[in-house]
Protein backbone atom coordinates (compact mmCIF):
# COMPACT_ATOMS: atom_id res chain seq x y z
CA UNK A 1 0.00 0.00 0.00
CA UNK A 2 0.67 3.61 -1.02
CA UNK A 3 1.85 5.85 2.17
CA UNK A 4 2.94 8.91 2.96
CA UNK A 5 5.92 8.95 5.90
CA UNK A 6 6.10 12.20 8.49
CA UNK A 7 9.48 13.06 8.78
CA UNK A 8 8.89 16.47 10.26
CA UNK A 9 5.32 17.26 11.85
CA UNK A 10 5.60 20.99 12.30
CA UNK A 11 4.19 22.84 15.07
CA UNK A 12 0.83 21.04 14.61
CA UNK A 13 -0.22 18.65 11.64
CA UNK A 14 -3.91 17.25 11.62
CA UNK A 15 -5.57 14.86 9.66
CA UNK A 16 -9.06 16.75 8.35
CA UNK A 17 -12.01 16.17 5.47
CA UNK A 18 -14.93 18.36 5.31
CA UNK A 19 -16.06 17.21 8.73
CA UNK A 20 -19.02 15.47 10.63
CA UNK A 21 -22.46 16.18 10.20
CA UNK A 22 -25.30 14.90 12.69
CA UNK A 23 -23.35 13.89 15.35
CA UNK A 24 -24.49 16.92 17.30
CA UNK A 25 -26.34 14.66 19.20
CA UNK A 26 -23.46 13.36 20.64
CA UNK A 27 -21.81 16.56 21.60
CA UNK A 28 -19.77 16.71 18.82
CA UNK A 29 -19.34 19.76 16.30
CA UNK A 30 -18.42 19.76 12.62
CA UNK A 31 -14.75 19.75 12.92
CA UNK A 32 -13.21 19.38 9.47
CA UNK A 33 -10.28 21.69 7.78
CA UNK A 34 -10.93 24.85 8.87
CA UNK A 35 -10.15 26.50 5.34
CA UNK A 36 -12.86 24.30 3.44
CA UNK A 37 -12.57 26.51 0.18
CA UNK A 38 -8.62 25.66 0.60
CA UNK A 39 -9.06 21.92 1.13
CA UNK A 40 -11.47 21.32 -1.84
CA UNK A 41 -9.54 22.82 -3.96
CA UNK A 42 -5.90 20.68 -3.00
CA UNK A 43 -8.45 17.15 -3.51
CA UNK A 44 -9.78 18.92 -7.21
CA UNK A 45 -6.60 19.35 -8.15
CA UNK A 46 -5.59 15.61 -7.60
CA UNK A 47 -9.17 14.44 -8.65
CA UNK A 48 -10.29 13.05 -5.23
CA UNK A 49 -13.92 12.92 -4.04
CA UNK A 50 -14.63 15.86 -1.82
CA UNK A 51 -15.01 14.15 0.83
CA UNK A 52 -11.18 13.08 1.02
CA UNK A 53 -9.03 13.38 3.87
CA UNK A 54 -5.97 15.01 3.55
CA UNK A 55 -3.43 17.51 5.86
CA UNK A 56 -4.10 20.51 7.67
CA UNK A 57 -0.76 22.14 8.17
CA UNK A 58 -0.27 25.16 10.52
CA UNK A 59 2.08 27.54 10.23
CA UNK A 60 4.47 24.97 7.91
CA UNK A 61 7.59 23.73 8.74
CA UNK A 62 7.29 20.00 7.72
CA UNK A 63 8.59 17.56 5.68
CA UNK A 64 6.99 14.21 4.25
CA UNK A 65 8.60 11.65 2.31
CA UNK A 66 6.50 9.55 -0.19
CA UNK A 67 6.38 5.50 0.26
CA UNK A 68 5.02 4.71 -3.54
CA UNK A 69 4.41 6.61 -6.14
CA UNK A 70 2.08 10.06 -5.41
CA UNK A 71 0.03 12.78 -6.69
CA UNK A 72 -0.21 15.46 -4.40
CA UNK A 73 -1.36 19.06 -4.16
CA UNK A 74 -0.80 22.03 -1.47
CA UNK A 75 -3.01 24.61 -1.09
CA UNK A 76 -4.03 27.14 1.42
CA UNK A 77 -1.41 29.37 2.91
CA UNK A 78 1.98 30.50 0.68
CA UNK A 79 5.15 29.56 1.01
CA UNK A 80 8.16 28.02 -1.11
CA UNK A 81 7.50 24.07 -1.61
CA UNK A 82 10.42 22.01 -2.45
CA UNK A 83 10.52 18.38 -3.66
CA UNK A 84 13.96 16.78 -3.35
CA UNK A 85 15.45 20.49 -2.68
CA UNK A 86 14.10 21.66 -5.86
CA UNK A 87 11.03 24.10 -5.88
CA UNK A 88 7.76 23.48 -6.62
CA UNK A 89 4.52 24.85 -7.40
CA UNK A 90 1.34 25.32 -5.09
CA UNK A 91 -1.77 24.94 -6.31
CA UNK A 92 -1.69 22.06 -8.92
CA UNK A 93 -0.91 18.63 -8.94
CA UNK A 94 3.01 17.80 -8.36
CA UNK A 95 4.22 14.11 -8.28
CA UNK A 96 6.29 12.32 -6.23
CA UNK A 97 7.95 9.29 -6.94
CA UNK A 98 9.27 7.17 -4.38
CA UNK A 99 11.35 8.13 -2.12
CA UNK A 100 11.08 11.91 -3.20
CA UNK A 101 10.79 14.25 0.17
CA UNK A 102 8.17 16.92 -0.19
CA UNK A 103 9.25 20.04 2.43
CA UNK A 104 7.20 23.35 3.55
CA UNK A 105 8.62 26.05 4.16
CA UNK A 106 7.21 28.48 7.56
CA UNK A 107 4.49 30.18 5.82
CA UNK A 108 4.80 33.73 4.84
CA UNK A 109 1.38 34.31 4.10
CA UNK A 110 -1.45 32.75 5.74
CA UNK A 111 -1.72 30.53 8.77
CA UNK A 112 -2.33 27.07 7.47
CA UNK A 113 -1.56 24.90 4.61
CA UNK A 114 -3.21 21.88 2.84
CA UNK A 115 -2.35 18.86 1.53
CA UNK A 116 -3.96 16.65 -0.64
CA UNK A 117 -2.94 13.55 -1.62
CA UNK A 118 -4.70 11.41 -4.34
CA UNK A 119 -6.70 8.68 -2.79
CA UNK A 120 -6.69 10.23 0.06
CA UNK A 121 -5.47 9.51 3.49
CA UNK A 122 -7.12 6.27 4.46
CA UNK A 123 -7.84 6.13 8.25
CA UNK A 124 -10.50 4.90 9.96
CA UNK A 125 -13.40 7.22 9.76
CA UNK A 126 -15.01 7.99 13.71
CA UNK A 127 -18.87 9.35 13.39
CA UNK A 128 -18.53 9.41 9.72
CA UNK A 129 -15.48 11.68 9.23
CA UNK A 130 -11.67 11.23 9.30
CA UNK A 131 -11.53 15.17 10.90
CA UNK A 132 -9.54 15.45 14.19
CA UNK A 133 -11.85 17.45 16.27
CA UNK A 134 -9.35 19.29 18.56
CA UNK A 135 -12.03 19.58 21.02
CA UNK A 136 -13.65 16.40 21.60
CA UNK A 137 -10.31 14.46 20.89
CA UNK A 138 -11.80 12.25 18.54
CA UNK A 139 -10.59 10.94 14.86
CA UNK A 140 -6.74 10.72 14.09
CA UNK A 141 -4.22 12.13 16.70
CA UNK A 142 -1.78 14.95 15.50
CA UNK A 143 1.20 13.39 13.09
CA UNK A 144 4.60 12.92 14.79
CA UNK A 145 7.81 12.27 13.49
CA UNK A 146 7.96 8.31 11.67
CA UNK A 147 3.96 8.13 11.65
CA UNK A 148 3.12 6.12 7.99
CA UNK A 149 -0.62 7.48 6.72
CA UNK A 150 -2.05 4.72 4.53
CA UNK A 151 -3.31 6.65 1.32
CA UNK A 152 -6.67 5.08 -0.21
CA UNK A 153 -7.52 3.94 -3.75
CA UNK A 154 -10.86 6.30 -3.66
CA UNK A 155 -10.14 8.84 -6.46
CA UNK A 156 -12.49 8.83 -8.96
CA UNK A 157 -11.34 10.97 -11.38
CA UNK A 158 -8.55 12.12 -13.57
CA UNK A 159 -5.83 14.39 -12.44
CA UNK A 160 -7.54 17.56 -13.89
CA UNK A 161 -5.54 19.45 -16.75
CA UNK A 162 -4.98 22.50 -15.03
CA UNK A 163 -0.92 23.99 -15.07
CA UNK A 164 -2.06 27.12 -12.41
CA UNK A 165 -5.02 27.57 -10.87
CA UNK A 166 -5.17 31.71 -9.85
CA UNK A 167 -5.58 31.95 -6.67
CA UNK A 168 -5.18 35.35 -4.35
CA UNK A 169 -1.93 34.94 -1.91
CA UNK A 170 -3.45 35.15 1.57
CA UNK A 171 -4.13 38.89 2.39
CA UNK A 172 -1.56 40.48 4.94
CA UNK A 173 -3.75 43.68 5.93
CA UNK A 174 -6.89 44.50 7.08
CA UNK A 175 -9.41 41.71 6.05
CA UNK A 176 -13.35 42.27 5.49
CA UNK A 177 -15.32 39.64 7.29
CA UNK A 178 -19.08 38.86 6.34
CA UNK A 179 -21.64 38.38 8.93
CA UNK A 180 -25.38 38.34 9.71
CA UNK A 181 -27.33 39.20 12.70
CA UNK A 182 -27.35 36.50 15.17
CA UNK A 183 -29.85 35.02 17.61
CA UNK A 184 -29.04 37.66 20.41
CA UNK A 185 -28.40 40.88 18.68
CA UNK A 186 -30.56 42.46 20.48
CA UNK A 187 -29.04 41.99 23.51
CA UNK A 188 -26.56 44.66 23.25
CA UNK A 189 -28.70 47.61 21.36
CA UNK A 190 -27.97 49.78 18.45
CA UNK A 191 -25.32 51.53 20.17
CA UNK A 192 -23.02 48.54 20.46
CA UNK A 193 -24.38 46.45 17.17
CA UNK A 194 -22.80 49.89 15.48
CA UNK A 195 -19.51 49.73 17.60
CA UNK A 196 -19.05 45.94 16.27
CA UNK A 197 -19.02 47.52 12.84
CA UNK A 198 -17.12 50.44 12.92
CA UNK A 199 -14.21 49.22 15.01
CA UNK A 200 -11.17 47.34 13.56
CA UNK A 201 -10.87 44.12 15.86
CA UNK A 202 -7.12 42.70 16.19
CA UNK A 203 -6.77 38.56 16.07
CA UNK A 204 -5.60 37.80 19.79
CA UNK A 205 -2.71 34.72 20.36
CA UNK A 206 -5.45 33.05 22.05
CA UNK A 207 -6.82 31.97 18.66
CA UNK A 208 -6.97 28.10 17.71
CA UNK A 209 -9.28 25.77 16.10
CA UNK A 210 -11.62 25.90 18.56
CA UNK A 211 -12.06 29.61 18.47
CA UNK A 212 -10.64 33.30 17.41
CA UNK A 213 -10.63 35.76 19.95
CA UNK A 214 -10.40 38.82 18.68
CA UNK A 215 -9.67 42.14 20.73
CA UNK A 216 -10.91 45.96 20.10
CA UNK A 217 -13.97 47.88 22.27
CA UNK A 218 -16.18 45.82 24.83
CA UNK A 219 -19.35 45.13 23.85
CA UNK A 220 -21.24 45.96 26.68
CA UNK A 221 -25.33 44.22 27.28
CA UNK A 222 -28.53 46.30 27.56
CA UNK A 223 -30.04 43.14 28.50
CA UNK A 224 -28.68 41.63 32.26
CA UNK A 225 -29.91 38.37 32.30
CA UNK A 226 -27.76 34.66 32.36
CA UNK A 227 -28.15 32.85 28.89
CA UNK A 228 -29.42 29.25 28.96
CA UNK A 229 -26.89 27.24 27.15
CA UNK A 230 -28.04 26.93 23.41
CA UNK A 231 -26.41 25.25 20.32
CA UNK A 232 -23.55 27.01 18.81
CA UNK A 233 -22.28 26.49 15.09
CA UNK A 234 -18.76 27.63 13.62
CA UNK A 235 -18.62 31.17 12.90
CA UNK A 236 -20.73 32.01 15.79
CA UNK A 237 -19.54 35.51 17.39
CA UNK A 238 -19.79 34.93 21.14
CA UNK A 239 -19.64 37.76 23.93
CA UNK A 240 -18.31 36.84 26.89
CA UNK A 241 -19.91 39.17 29.98
CA UNK A 242 -16.68 40.77 30.16
CA UNK A 243 -17.74 42.11 26.67
CA UNK A 244 -15.30 40.35 25.00
CA UNK A 245 -16.23 38.59 21.51
CA UNK A 246 -14.86 34.96 20.27
CA UNK A 247 -15.58 33.74 17.01
CA UNK A 248 -16.28 30.26 17.21
CA UNK A 249 -13.84 27.79 15.11
CA UNK A 250 -14.93 24.37 13.40
CA UNK A 251 -14.09 22.41 16.39
CA UNK A 252 -16.43 24.95 19.16
CA UNK A 253 -18.51 23.26 21.88
CA UNK A 254 -22.14 22.16 20.42
CA UNK A 255 -23.85 24.24 23.31
CA UNK A 256 -22.36 27.62 24.72
CA UNK A 257 -23.94 29.89 27.37
CA UNK A 258 -23.19 33.52 26.10
CA UNK A 259 -25.20 35.95 23.06
CA UNK A 260 -24.33 35.22 20.07
CA UNK A 261 -24.19 38.66 18.39
CA UNK A 262 -23.67 37.99 15.06
CA UNK A 263 -22.60 34.58 12.58
CA UNK A 264 -19.93 34.35 9.86
CA UNK A 265 -20.59 33.76 6.53
CA UNK A 266 -18.99 30.18 5.32
CA UNK A 267 -16.42 32.14 2.75
CA UNK A 268 -15.60 34.47 5.77
CA UNK A 269 -15.06 31.43 7.66
CA UNK A 270 -12.64 30.18 5.46
CA UNK A 271 -10.89 33.53 5.11
CA UNK A 272 -10.67 33.44 9.04
CA UNK A 273 -8.46 30.54 8.50
CA UNK A 274 -5.51 32.43 7.20
CA UNK A 275 -5.62 35.58 9.42
CA UNK A 276 -2.79 35.38 11.73
CA UNK A 277 -2.60 36.59 15.35
CA UNK A 278 -2.10 40.07 15.10
CA UNK A 279 -3.66 40.94 11.94
CA UNK A 280 -6.78 43.42 11.88
CA UNK A 281 -10.36 42.16 11.01
CA UNK A 282 -13.35 44.41 10.54
CA UNK A 283 -16.82 43.46 10.03
CA UNK A 284 -19.50 43.56 7.53
CA UNK A 285 -23.18 42.71 7.06
CA UNK A 286 -23.75 40.46 4.80
CA UNK A 287 -26.36 41.28 1.90
CA UNK A 288 -28.70 39.17 -0.25
CA UNK A 289 -29.17 35.44 -0.32
CA UNK B 1 -42.22 30.14 20.25
CA UNK B 2 -39.70 32.51 18.42
CA UNK B 3 -37.68 31.66 15.63
CA UNK B 4 -34.18 33.90 15.70
CA UNK B 5 -32.28 34.35 12.96
CA UNK B 6 -28.57 32.29 12.87
CA UNK B 7 -26.23 33.69 10.17
CA UNK B 8 -27.04 31.97 6.70
CA UNK B 9 -27.65 27.84 7.36
CA UNK B 10 -29.54 28.07 10.67
CA UNK B 11 -32.34 29.12 12.79
CA UNK B 12 -32.84 29.39 16.47
CA UNK B 13 -36.37 28.18 17.90
CA UNK B 14 -36.84 29.05 21.54
CA UNK B 15 -39.72 27.53 23.84
CA UNK B 16 -41.57 28.60 27.07
CA UNK B 17 -40.28 25.65 29.04
CA UNK B 18 -37.88 22.93 29.32
CA UNK B 19 -41.12 20.43 28.68
CA UNK B 20 -41.97 22.11 25.26
CA UNK B 21 -38.72 22.59 24.28
CA UNK B 22 -38.09 19.07 24.45
CA UNK B 23 -41.84 17.79 22.74
CA UNK B 24 -40.63 20.25 19.72
CA UNK B 25 -37.26 18.74 19.43
CA UNK B 26 -38.76 14.89 19.28
CA UNK B 27 -41.32 16.04 16.51
CA UNK B 28 -38.34 17.72 14.65
CA UNK B 29 -36.17 14.93 15.21
CA UNK B 30 -39.34 12.46 14.01
CA UNK B 31 -40.68 14.52 10.60
CA UNK B 32 -37.15 16.59 9.64
CA UNK B 33 -37.13 16.95 5.82
CA UNK B 34 -34.12 16.04 3.74
CA UNK B 35 -31.49 19.36 3.69
CA UNK B 36 -32.09 19.47 7.90
CA UNK B 37 -28.52 18.62 9.14
CA UNK B 38 -28.04 19.54 12.18
CA UNK B 39 -30.36 20.06 15.22
CA UNK B 40 -28.98 20.63 18.70
CA UNK B 41 -31.40 20.87 21.51
CA UNK B 42 -30.79 22.80 24.88
CA UNK B 43 -32.62 24.06 27.44
CA UNK B 44 -34.87 26.32 25.88
CA UNK B 45 -34.06 26.25 22.48
CA UNK B 46 -33.07 24.06 19.44
CA UNK B 47 -30.71 25.05 16.87
CA UNK B 48 -31.37 24.05 13.45
CA UNK B 49 -28.97 24.16 10.73
CA UNK B 50 -29.14 22.99 7.16
CA UNK B 51 -27.67 22.43 3.77
CA UNK B 52 -29.12 25.50 2.25
CA UNK B 53 -28.69 23.77 -1.23
CA UNK B 54 -31.09 21.46 -0.21
CA UNK B 55 -33.78 23.57 1.74
CA UNK B 56 -33.65 28.05 2.20
CA UNK B 57 -34.31 29.31 5.59
CA UNK B 58 -38.04 30.41 4.30
CA UNK B 59 -39.17 26.51 3.90
CA UNK B 60 -37.58 25.94 7.10
CA UNK B 61 -39.15 28.22 8.93
CA UNK B 62 -41.99 27.42 7.24
CA UNK B 63 -41.93 23.45 8.64
CA UNK B 64 -40.85 24.76 12.06
CA UNK B 65 -44.35 26.84 12.53
CA UNK B 66 -46.42 23.55 10.94
CA UNK B 67 -44.95 21.40 13.73
CA UNK B 68 -47.58 19.55 15.61
CA UNK B 69 -46.12 19.71 19.13
CA UNK B 70 -46.83 17.71 21.73
CA UNK B 71 -48.21 14.24 19.99
CA UNK B 72 -44.34 12.73 19.82
CA UNK B 73 -43.59 10.88 22.53
CA UNK B 74 -40.07 11.73 23.78
CA UNK B 75 -38.49 9.03 25.85
CA UNK B 76 -37.48 6.65 23.21
CA UNK B 77 -37.01 2.38 23.92
CA UNK B 78 -33.39 2.76 24.73
CA UNK B 79 -32.65 2.36 28.65
CA UNK B 80 -29.49 3.18 30.36
CA UNK B 81 -28.77 1.89 34.02
CA UNK B 82 -25.87 3.86 35.66
CA UNK B 83 -24.30 2.54 38.51
CA UNK B 84 -23.41 5.10 41.07
CA UNK B 85 -21.63 5.26 44.53
CA UNK B 86 -23.41 8.51 46.82
CA UNK B 87 -20.03 9.56 47.79
CA UNK B 88 -20.00 13.28 46.08
CA UNK B 89 -17.91 15.99 47.97
CA UNK B 90 -21.44 18.50 47.70
CA UNK B 91 -24.05 15.29 48.55
CA UNK B 92 -24.52 16.97 52.46
CA UNK B 93 -24.74 20.28 51.10
CA UNK B 94 -27.76 20.03 48.20
CA UNK B 95 -29.19 17.89 50.72
CA UNK B 96 -29.47 21.20 53.35
CA UNK B 97 -30.04 23.26 50.38
CA UNK B 98 -33.41 20.89 49.32
CA UNK B 99 -34.10 21.05 52.94
CA UNK B 100 -34.25 16.92 53.07
CA UNK B 101 -31.81 14.08 54.60
CA UNK B 102 -29.30 12.83 52.34
CA UNK B 103 -30.82 9.42 52.56
CA UNK B 104 -34.13 11.35 51.32
CA UNK B 105 -31.70 12.95 48.29
CA UNK B 106 -30.66 9.80 47.65
CA UNK B 107 -34.11 8.21 47.23
CA UNK B 108 -35.08 10.89 45.18
CA UNK B 109 -32.42 10.39 42.82
CA UNK B 110 -33.03 6.61 42.66
CA UNK B 111 -36.36 6.98 42.15
CA UNK B 112 -36.58 9.49 39.26
CA UNK B 113 -36.86 8.70 35.36
CA UNK B 114 -34.52 10.36 34.36
CA UNK B 115 -34.47 11.06 30.21
CA UNK B 116 -31.87 12.47 28.69
CA UNK B 117 -33.28 16.24 27.53
CA UNK B 118 -29.74 17.30 25.49
CA UNK B 119 -25.68 16.85 25.26
CA UNK B 120 -23.88 20.05 25.87
CA UNK B 121 -20.92 21.51 27.43
CA UNK B 122 -18.72 18.47 26.46
CA UNK B 123 -18.71 15.18 24.11
CA UNK B 124 -21.25 13.07 25.75
CA UNK B 125 -22.08 15.67 28.76
CA UNK B 126 -25.80 14.63 29.08
CA UNK B 127 -28.32 16.94 30.57
CA UNK B 128 -30.68 14.20 32.15
CA UNK B 129 -34.18 16.01 33.05
CA UNK B 130 -37.07 14.83 35.11
CA UNK B 131 -36.04 15.30 38.83
CA UNK B 132 -38.34 18.12 39.12
CA UNK B 133 -35.95 19.46 41.73
CA UNK B 134 -33.74 22.57 41.19
CA UNK B 135 -30.35 22.99 42.58
CA UNK B 136 -27.93 26.18 42.01
CA UNK B 137 -24.65 26.17 40.74
CA UNK B 138 -21.55 26.32 42.86
CA UNK B 139 -20.68 30.36 43.11
CA UNK B 140 -16.74 28.91 42.18
CA UNK B 141 -16.28 25.90 39.48
CA UNK B 142 -13.63 23.12 40.62
CA UNK B 143 -10.67 23.45 38.25
CA UNK B 144 -11.04 19.95 38.13
CA UNK B 145 -13.81 17.62 38.56
CA UNK B 146 -12.96 14.22 37.66
CA UNK B 147 -13.98 11.69 35.26
CA UNK B 148 -17.50 9.67 36.58
CA UNK B 149 -19.25 12.51 38.44
CA UNK B 150 -22.44 12.48 39.13
CA UNK B 151 -23.71 16.15 40.01
CA UNK B 152 -26.71 18.47 39.96
CA UNK B 153 -27.35 22.19 38.39
CA UNK B 154 -30.36 23.82 37.31
CA UNK B 155 -33.13 21.57 36.83
CA UNK B 156 -30.84 18.79 35.79
CA UNK B 157 -28.56 16.01 36.54
CA UNK B 158 -25.43 15.71 34.55
CA UNK B 159 -22.22 12.71 34.47
CA UNK B 160 -18.90 13.95 33.55
CA UNK B 161 -17.79 12.19 30.76
CA UNK B 162 -14.02 13.12 31.86
CA UNK B 163 -11.84 15.07 33.51
CA UNK B 164 -12.64 18.56 33.11
CA UNK B 165 -13.70 22.29 34.99
CA UNK B 166 -17.15 22.34 35.90
CA UNK B 167 -19.43 24.18 38.45
CA UNK B 168 -22.11 21.19 38.99
CA UNK B 169 -22.87 20.16 42.49
CA UNK B 170 -21.41 16.50 42.87
CA UNK B 171 -23.62 13.75 44.52
CA UNK B 172 -21.60 10.75 43.54
CA UNK B 173 -19.60 8.85 41.34
CA UNK B 174 -20.21 6.30 38.63
CA UNK B 175 -17.86 3.62 36.53
CA UNK B 176 -20.09 3.67 33.70
CA UNK B 177 -17.61 4.74 30.42
CA UNK B 178 -19.92 7.28 29.04
CA UNK B 179 -18.10 8.29 25.72
CA UNK B 180 -15.98 5.85 24.19
CA UNK B 181 -14.23 7.99 21.21
CA UNK B 182 -12.72 4.58 19.28
CA UNK B 183 -17.01 3.43 18.74
CA UNK B 184 -19.19 3.95 16.04
CA UNK B 185 -21.41 5.64 18.53
CA UNK B 186 -19.45 6.98 21.21
CA UNK B 187 -21.40 7.75 23.70
CA UNK B 188 -23.27 6.10 26.17
CA UNK B 189 -26.25 8.46 26.47
CA UNK B 190 -28.14 10.34 23.79
CA UNK B 191 -30.82 12.70 23.77
CA UNK B 192 -34.55 10.68 24.43
CA UNK B 193 -32.29 7.96 26.45
CA UNK B 194 -34.22 7.13 29.37
CA UNK B 195 -31.81 6.97 32.38
CA UNK B 196 -31.55 5.35 35.92
CA UNK B 197 -29.48 5.20 38.55
CA UNK B 198 -28.73 1.92 40.58
CA UNK B 199 -26.84 2.46 43.65
CA UNK B 200 -23.73 0.32 44.95
CA UNK B 201 -21.83 -0.03 47.99
CA UNK B 202 -18.16 0.71 47.86
Known amino acids: ?246 ILGVDHPVTGGYPVIAVVTDPSLDALAQVRPGQVIKFRLATGR | MKIMPYGDRAVLAEFEDLESTIAAYASMEDSKPSGVLGLVPAARTVLV ?7 GLRALVDWINSLEVGTAAYADSKEVTIPIRYDGADL ?36 LAGGGLSVPRLETSRPEVPRGSVALAGEFCGIYPRNSPGGWRIIGTTEAELWDGELESPALITPRTRVKFEAVSR
Open chain 1, 1 to 246: MKALRVINPGALTLVQDRGRSGATAFGVGRSGAMDRAAMALANRLVGNPKDAAGLEILLGGVEFEALGDLWIAVTGSWGLLKVDDLPAEPNTAIRLNAGSRLKLPVTEHGLRFYLAIRGGVDLPPILGSRSRDTLAMIGPDPLRAGDELPIGISSIDPIPVVDLVPVNIPDAGTRQIEVRPGPRRGWFGPENWSKFFEAEWVVSQRSDRRGIRIDGPILGRVKDEELLSEGMLPGAIQVSPDGVPT
Open chain 2, 49 to 55: SVDPERI
Open chain 2, 92 to 127: EEVAKILDRSTDSLIDWHLKTDWVCAFIGFAPGFAY
